[in-house]
């Protein structure tokens, strides 16, 4: 009995060891701080850059939420796929104009924003993310979104070209998104490779139909997929959380470690 209890546990560590992932230590993990990579301007956009130690192998396309690299915690939560092990590069996806931090401030129309930063106008600022990555001969690259990036990850995942995007651009090896908003059925279905979702409890953009919609459809898609819901969170938590308040840091970690995990694995 112990001695093949200790061999499973042996292989588990083995597993986790080859695949170079910090499975439960959430220290690389940076809710609040300050950020460690760098702006720079590339293929006309601006991105945020920030690299692990040594020479990275693989890459992350971080894609924000409405809040853009503008705000911390995005850079933040980059900062940690690179302590991660990958190349993490942020687009500035809303050109430098990003929702305000509080969206009921008078003033701020959401369906005006959004109009304005459709697939036209983002699709080429994910491209251009994408090309620099390329640049740097990285060929592994990852696709992490949250919120609304959640359904630029799967467009980035997908094909580029149907999806409006900038011709002859392949897409991500892998996706991750955390509770994605206006996904569509179709940009499910064009996913290329594996692909992995993060959903909150609480969530009036993908509720619990939605989220029942979405995974038939990965399952149909014939990728490998994984839909984790986490109890206790609303939408956004894989980014902005109340630390203090144990289940919503406990879902920003795990939710974090899911798609380290998953491009760990997976790209
Ligand atoms: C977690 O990782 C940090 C480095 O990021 C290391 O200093 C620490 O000792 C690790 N903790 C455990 C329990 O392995
Ligand atoms: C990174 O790559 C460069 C160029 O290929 C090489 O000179 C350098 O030694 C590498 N560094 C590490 C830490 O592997
Ligand atoms: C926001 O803008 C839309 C048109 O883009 C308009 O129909 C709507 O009334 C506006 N909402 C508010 C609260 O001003
Ligand atoms: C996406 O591209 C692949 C080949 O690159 C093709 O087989 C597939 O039909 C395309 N899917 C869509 C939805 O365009
Ligand atoms: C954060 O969570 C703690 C613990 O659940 C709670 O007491 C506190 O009111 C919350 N803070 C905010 C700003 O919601």
Not at 162 to 173: E, I, L, M, V, Y
Not at 183 to 195: F, K, V, Y
Request: hydrophobic residues 40%; neutral net charge; proline residues 6%.
């Amino acid at each position: 009995m112990l001695p093949s209890l200790f061999g499973i546990l042996g292989a588990a560590a083995a597993t986790a060891w080859a695949y170079g992932c910090p499975v439960a230590n959430t220290s690389i993990l940076a809710n609040n701080g300050t950020p460690v990579g760098k702006e720079e301007v590339h293929n006309g956009y601006n991105i945020y850059i920030t690299k692990p130690q040594g020479n990275a192998t693989a890459a992350v396309l971080y894609l924000t939420d409405v809040f853009g690299i503008q705000l911390a915690q995005n850079k933040l939560l980059a900062d940690s796929f690179a302590r991660a092990g990958f190349l993490t590069v942020a687009p500035d996806m809303f050109n430098g104009t990003p929702a305000p931090g509080d969206i009921n401030v008078p003033g701020f129309n959401t369906t005006t924003f959004l109009d304005r930063h459709g697939p036209a106008q983002t699709d080429p600022i994910v491209a251009a993310g994408l090309a620099y990555i390329r640049s740097l001969g990285i060929a592994r690259i990852g696709a992490t979104g949250y919120c609304y990036g959640g359904r630029y990850a799967f467009r980035a995942g997908g094909n580029l070209t149907s999806a409006g995007g900038k011709a002859n651009t392949p897409g991500t090896q892998a996706v991750f998104a955390a509770h994605p908003s206006m996904l569509t059925d179709a940009e499910i279905s064009a996913i290329q490779g594996p692909a992995s979702v993060a959903a909150a409890e609480t969530d009036a953009m993908m509720p619990a139909a939605r989220r029942t919609q979405i995974t038939s459809l990965l399952q149909a898609s014939g990728k490998e997929y994984s839909f984790a819901v986490y109890g206790g969170t609303h939408h956004g938590f894989g980014v902005r959380v109340n630390e203090t308040d144990p289940r919503q840091r406990f879902a920003k970690e795990e939710a974090f470690l899911q798609a380290v995990r998953w491009f760990s694995v997976w790209l």
